[in-house]
């Protein structure tokens, strides 16, 4: 049952213990589920709990940026048709405000088009419906181990663990970006991708190495996803992303980043 103002009952004890996934001394993974659909919230509350999660659930977007300042979760789940505000105006609303926290978008429809788009607005993954819960577990859990190993297969940190090209700085330790001293925010998927091509400054990546390095070797992300993250990057940090100095297109292969913005290095 929901309670007035939308909020479901907190899921916040351990149910059992899931395989693999809870360390000791390691935090509990908080989920937001904001999905309309009581049933589907219900099951989605249960289940993940049942996993080992932490669960919060609304049953809309109202609320939502409010219970986002107030309390810290590691992984949104969206639903993408909702009455009122729908999931893509909310996560590129989110977005544009500097909220940085990885999205999972559900949607009935299955276009691939509402896909792109969804990962145009800022998703991170993507998932129609009708789903089997624990494809949303293997996604959700995907998120977070690159949150929390973002990096780690990728060689170890610089001395200060910070990487500077142009008037840029990427600090590793804090997953931030700086120019000028002020911070370009960034998802968790631009930042692990941003991450990817400054560890190897002027070496082309192909698509498949960089969702590799993004995003780790089981990840089902599709050369498409890693086009439309650069072009989001691009866009947060290059002057004319459409003539882009430091994010460069190697054709027939991938993309480089160059740390001067000088000529496109080619293979």
Known sequence: MDRPGGEDDACVTLARQPTGET???????????VDDEQDLRALL???????????????????LERLLGRERFDVLVLDVMMPGED?????????????????????????????IIGLEM???????????????????????????????????LPGDGRIDFGPFSLHLGERRLRRDGGDIPLTSGEFALLQALARHPGRPLGRDRLIELSRGRD??????????QVMRLRRAIEDDPAQPRYIQTVWGLGYVL???????RRP
Do not use: W
């Open 23 to 33: 360390k000791m001394g390691e935090a509990l993974a908080r989920i937001l589920v």
């Open 45 to 63: 509350q249960r289940y993940l709990s049942d996993q080992g999660y932490a669960v919060r659930a609304l049953d809309g977007g109202q609320h």
């Open 87 to 115: 999931g893509l105006s909310l996560c590129r609303r989110l977005r544009a405000r500097g909220e940085t926290i990885p999205i999972v978008m559900l949607t009935a429809r299955g276009d691939p088009l509402d896909r």
């Open 122 to 156: 800022g998703a991170d993954d993507y998932l129609p419906k009708p789903f089997n819960p624990r494809e949303l577990q293997a996604r959700i859990e995907a998120l977070i181990r690159r949150q929390r190993m973002l990096g780690a297969h990728t060689g170890p």
């Open 219 to 228: 990840h089902e992300a599709s050369d498409r996803s890693i086009d439309v």
């Open 258 to 264: 160059v740390p001067d913005g000088g000529a496109e």
